[in-house]
């Protein structure tokens, strides 16, 4: 059974327009939620986190948003560029356990130039 | 700084063999982590390790999956008796501490044909 759901496989935008990534979750003890942006045959770059008491988080042309009773995060990223083009993953923990994120599936986001 | 490393980059094995996989975190770092992700897959988390704690195994699929860390730094994944299933890419993180950000290696792509 899946926690953590991306339920878009792939998502194309136009550079400079806004790309928003999806993630649900069906954990209720989930606390704390992150997006990881993967390049291939590389490890995942953190991205931006958000903990479960706020529910949005910006750094700069990325923001996070949280909705707790929907068990839906979001990843805003605008405006986009090429460079943004990577597999993103939405990954969720417990605090108080051992941290182990449990991941999504990823979206594969093409930015075209 | 050096991040973290895993070697090696890729492992082709037949079936039956034992492989061991390297991590060598990042300097100071207390926690580690590993994770693998299978084809078209999210990141599974297996095993994990801080400071000298018992580790939580509970992501470990099976008992062919074994993992040590020697003096707090460098883990060694052994995967005994392989089998085709195994073949994923197996990444491995480390933290300051329990909760901080996990920041991952490049990954061993293992192959068992």
């Known amino acids: 059974d899946q926690q953590v759901k991306q339920n878009s496989p792939s998502l194309s935008v136009q550079e400079g327009r806004i790309s928003i990534l999806n993630c649900d979750y069906t954990?209720?003890?989930?606390?704390?939620f992150l997006w990881y942006k993967k390049y291939p045959a590389e490890g995942p770059t953190f991205l931006i986190s958000i903990s479960s008491i706020k529910d949005k988080n910006e750094d700069g042309r990325f923001t996070v948003f949280l909705n707790k009773s929907a068990k839906h995060l979001s990843l805003h990223i605008v405006p986009s560029q090429p460079g943004d083009s990577a597999v993103y993953f939405c990954?969720?923990?417990?605090?108080?356990?051992?941290?182990?994120?449990?991941f999504g599936s990823g979206t594969r986001l093409l930015v075209r130039p | 700084g050096a991040g973290v490393s895993q070697s090696p980059s890729n492992k082709v094995t037949e079936k039956g063999k034992d492989v061991e996989l390297r991590c060598d975190p990042i300097?100071?770092?207390?926690?580690l982590y590993w994770y693998r992700q299978s084809l078209g897959q999210g990141l599974e988390f297996l095993i994990y390790?801080?400071?000298?704690?018992?580790?939580?195994k509970s992501g470990l699929p099976s008992d062919r999956f074994s993992a040590e860390r020697t003096g707090g730094s460098v883990s060694t994944l052994t995967i005994q008796r392989t089998q085709q299933e195994d073949s994923a890419v197996y990444l491995c993180?480390?933290?300051?501490?329990?909760?901080?950000?996990?920041?991952f290696g490049p990954g061993t792509r293992l192959t068992v044909l």
């Open positions: 990954a969720a923990s417990v605090m108080d356990s051992s941290y182990k994120l449990i």
């Open positions: 993180a480390s933290s300051l501490s329990n909760g901080d950000t996990q920041y």
């Open positions: 390790f801080q400071g000298n704690s018992a580790p939580d």
């Open positions: 954990n209720s003890m989930f606390d704390y």
């Open positions: 300097s100071g770092h207390t926690a």
